[in-house]
C-alpha cells in the first residue's frame, strides 16, 4: 500500500537538497574550468598575517600579504576594500582609487555595499586633495543611505577645512538628530565652535550685529566656549558699548576663572583708554580673591 508520507518525506529531501546546492552556491564558484572556495580567501594564512602586520603598523608587509589573500579570490569584496584603504594610508593614493573605482563597476553590488565603496573612494579623493570629488562622493553615500554617521562626518570636516562654516553648522545638525543622549555635550561643543566662527565671519566683514547673534548663540550652547566671550566683548567695544564688553568678559572670568587671563590685555586697554586704571586691578584682584577660595591651601 502507498505510504501517505512519502511526497512530504521527498519534498523535504529535496528541499534539504536546494539548500545544501545553495550554499555550496554560495560557497563555491566556477573559475577557469576549476572550482574556488571563496571562504578560502578570508580563511587564508595571508589574509590573517595581512591584517596581523596592518595592526601592528608594517603597513608595506600588509599590503602584500594582502595582495596576495586578494588574487585567491578576486570577487572578496571586504579584502579589496581593506586593501585599497592601506594603500591610502601608505600615501599610494592614486592606487587607491583605482581599486576603489574598480570595484564600482562590478554588477551585484548591494545598496549598502556601494554606499560603503562610495564612502572610501571620498576618502581617497579627500586625501589626494581632490575636494569637489571628495564632496561629490559623499553626497552620493548620503543618497543611498541618508543616515550614513561617517559620510556627515567627513562632509562637515571638508566644509570646516573650506572655511564653510554654516555649511558645517546644518551639517552637525544633522548629526545631533541622528546621535544618541551620550554624544550631546560634544555635539554641543562642536556647534558653539561653529557659531564662534561664523561670528567671527560675520565680524571681520563688519556685520556686528549679526556676528553678536553667532557669539551669543554660541555662549549659550558651551558656556566654557572662551572665544566667544572675548569676540562679543570686541563687538559691544566696537558699538560703542564699553559697559557691556566689561560685562561680557566679567562673565567669562566668572564662568572660566582659570582663562581669565585672557581678558587681561582688553580690559586694561579699555581701562586705560577711559583713564580708569582702577578698573583693571579691581578686576585682577577678584580673579585672586576667586582663585584663593577655589584653590584652598594650595594659595599661600
Request: with cysteine; aromatic share 8%.
Amino acid at each position: 500500500m502507498f505510504d501517505s508520507s512519502l511526497p512530504f518525506v521527498v519534498a523535504l529531501l529535496a528541499l534539504l537538497a536546494g539548500v545544501t546546492l545553495g550554499k555550496a552556491w554560495e560557497r563555491y564558484k566556477l573559475r577557469d574550468g576549476k572550482w574556488i572556495d571563496r571562504r578560502r580567501a578570508r580563511d587564508s594564512h595571508h589574509y590573517v598575517l595581512g591584517l596581523n602586520f596592518l595592526v601592528s603598523n608594517q603597513i608595506d608587509l600588509a599590503i602584500e600579504e594582502l595582495s596576495r589573500a586578494a588574487r585567491v579570490d578576486l570577487d572578496a569584496l571586504e579584502i579589496h576594500l581593506i586593501l585599497g584603504n592601506v594603500y591610502r594610508e601608505r600615501g599610494q593614493v592614486a592606487r587607491a582609487i583605482q581599486v576603489h573605482q574598480s570595484l564600482l563597476q562590478r554588477p551585484k553590488l548591494t545598496r549598502v555595499e556601494h554606499a560603503y565603496v562610495l564612502l572610501c573612494l571620498g576618502l581617497d579623493f579627500k586625501r589626494g586633495g581632490f575636494v569637489d570629488r571628495a564632496l561629490e562622493a559623499f553626497n552620493e553615500v548620503l543618497r543611498l543611505d541618508p543616515h550614513n554617521q561617517y559620510a556627515l562626518l567627513y562632509l562637515q570636516k571638508l566644509h570646516e577645512e573650506q572655511h564653510q562654516w554654516l555649511e558645517a553648522y546644518r551639517i552637525r545638525q544633522k548629526l545631533v538628530e541622528l546621535s544618541g543622549p551620550d554624544t550631546q555635550p560634544r555635539n554641543q561643543a562642536i556647534l558653539a565652535f561653529l557659531e564662534n566662527e561664523m561670528g567671527t565671519e560675520s565680524m571681520r566683514a563688519g556685520r556686528l550685529d549679526e556676528a553678536a547673534r553667532h557669539f551669543t548663540a554660541s555662549i549659550g550652547l558651551d558656556p566654557s566656549t572662551a572665544p566667544a566671550y572675548l569676540n562679543l566683548g570686541d563687538v559691544r567695544l566696537r558699538q560703542g558699548d564699553e559697559a557691556a564688553a566689561l560685562a561680557v568678559w566679567d562673565r567669562l572670568m566668572d564662568t572660566s576663572p582659570d582663562r581669565a587671563y585672557l581678558t587681561f590685555d582688553r580690559i586694561e586697554r579699555l581701562a586705560t583708554t577711559v583713564h580708569a586704571p582702577g578698573r583693571f586691578e579691581d578686576r585682577c584682584r577678584r580673579i585672586i580673591a576667586s582663585n584663593r577660595q577655589e584653590c584652598g591651601r594650595g594659595w599661600p
